[in-house]
């Protein structure tokens, strides 16, 4: 069976940019458009289950947060991608406690955003954004004293070897938090993995 995509955004050129980088990742996929959800469903009700929607999240028809839940209710084979310029960690998490499948900011770029949705297609629950309102911008020069408290305390326990699992316990905040701050500091620190991050932490 073909693989069946709808990029569902209400903005005609982000959804054309969209639809360009679904192609070019997946090739064989047949993508189709929509900018209302009632266009969605129309398109989701002919043929067969779409593989994957790929939604921004304020989209017309889709009246809040817990609207995702019902979607995720009624399309249960459907592999959920929200997308949205948000950056609250808050709003970020609510979206994900919803049974989503992943979450991909609108400021990535175009390859970030391709690979992204082919690790979520594959299985990865992911939250993947640029937290520009959210966490100061530092340059490869610096360090992680320039890290927020909160960065500083998961980076430590990412130098003591603790999963993300492990970390939220210990914090007491939500694995799906967890990811994001460590992706934000991985950023922060300009490096590409949690080892790497460790050795800044323990050579600081």
Known sequence: MKCRIIVADDHPLFREAMVRTVQRVLPGACVEEAGRLDEVIALAVVGDVPDTLILDLRFPGLADIASLAQLRRQWQRTTLIIVSMVDDPVIIEQVMATGVDGFIGKSLGADE????ILAIRQGDVLVRYLPSGLLPSL???????QLTQRQQEVLQLIAQGKTNKE???ELDIS????????SSLLKALNVSSRTAAAVKYTGS
């Open 139 to 145: 340059d490869a020069e610096q360090g992680v004293e």
């Open 113 to 116: 955003i391709g690979a992204a």
């Open 167 to 169: 970390i939220a316990k």
């Open 175 to 182: 694995p799906f938090t967890v990811r994001i701050h460590v």
